[in-house]
């Protein structure tokens, strides 16, 4: 890390960690408050799975910006003023009359939420590089993953307290906490000297550039794929918590603890391992892990639809808890080791351009995460829908292949960028060097 930084790898973490979590609490915390939610605005669940789908789109299109802001002005400045933005979207939310009202001002949360993550990357590899900056992606996303796992107890909990419009109140008072840890223990990290303009012309081309290289596409593509394993089944915790598991909205925590669990767990091993494995064996592994998963999944989902009431009036035996959920947790596991590994890859053939490469990975990411959420889980997972846990199964499993193919494609290529330090020099654009 750089010695004039006046912060310690153990706040940055926690600090980087926090500002990531904010995204996270902007899609979890309000499940529990579905069904109440539809009853006061007299809506279906597929009216309010657009909640998920405009919030993701919105951060999606302003993703492509936040990087590049923070290249031109500096991470700290964008950080903070995302922070504010995001709090008074969230002032929209919780009064919020109408749900056209609320999707307007789900779509503000979005523009506003990615500065964390997106902005938050940069400030990585602006401050350690190699397997140190390995380490430290690890480390916040041990303190990311925990969001999505407390994100719905919190809910379910100011549910049952004071309804869903406190909800939006609650994200309100976590973006003006997060203001103030930023303003006074963040330093700027991307000094004046370093910095670029901000022209339209030149982002564009940047962007066109970032865009039309197969290897940028392909990481980024191949990332998003094998998240979207566990974010299908993230984005149908409503119908799949309910219907499948035959829990309530208060018991969420049956699906998320296990599944962030092994997020966090993977992030764990991920950091001890940097420097002693390398970063496409890693990468490897974290594949045929999710890739087993998968099929173990797709193998207990055919089981329990065809044994589950004979298993239950025999011997007592209840095939989904907690058997449903363990695949997810393995597959979690397996995301978390391949995510620092594409992550910094991505990030490495834009050394100049590191915001506006986490831009251009974000982007690719949420568009395809929206359209997981908008179409292909109310698709695989309707209300009241028959073999609900072999499709959703299924489906994660063809995930994982096809992000494994678009690694696989890539992988030569990112073991030279990643494992030999002149061939990713020799990689990188010639605009870029």
Partial sequence: MRSDLPISRVRLALLLGGLAMFGPFSIDTFFPAFPAMARDFAVGQVAMQQTISVYLLAYAAMSLFHGALSDAWGRRRVILTGLVVFALASVGCALAPTLPALLAFRALQGLSAGVGLIVGRAVIRDCLHGHEAQKMMSQVSMVFGIAPAIAPIIGGAILGWAGWHATFWFLVAFALALWLATFFALPETHPPEARTRLEAAPLLASYKAMLGDLRVVKLAAAGSMNFNALFLYIASVPVFVPEMLGLDEHQYAWFFAPAIGGMMLGAFVSGRMAGKVSGVRMANLGWAIGGLAGIANVVLNLVATNLQPLMLHLFGLDLLLPWAVLP???????????????????????????????????????????????????????????????????????????????????????SALLDDSTTAAAMTPADER
Wanted: glycine fraction near 10%; proline fraction near 5%; charge should be positive.
């Fill in 328 to 414: 997810v947790m393995v597959t979690a596991f397996g995301i978390a080791l391949v995510f620092p590994i594409l992550t910094l890859a991505l990030l490495d053939m834009f050394p100049r351009q590191r915001g506006g490469a986490s831009s251009v990975q974000a982007f690719i990411g949420l568009i395809l995460n929206s359209l997981v959420a908008g179409v292909v889980a109310p698709m695989v997972a309707p209300s009241h829908g028959h073999r609900l846990g072999l499709r959703l199964a299924a489906m994660a499993l063809a995930f994982t292949v096809l992000g494994w193919l678009l690694w696989r494609g890539h992988a030569r290529r990112a």
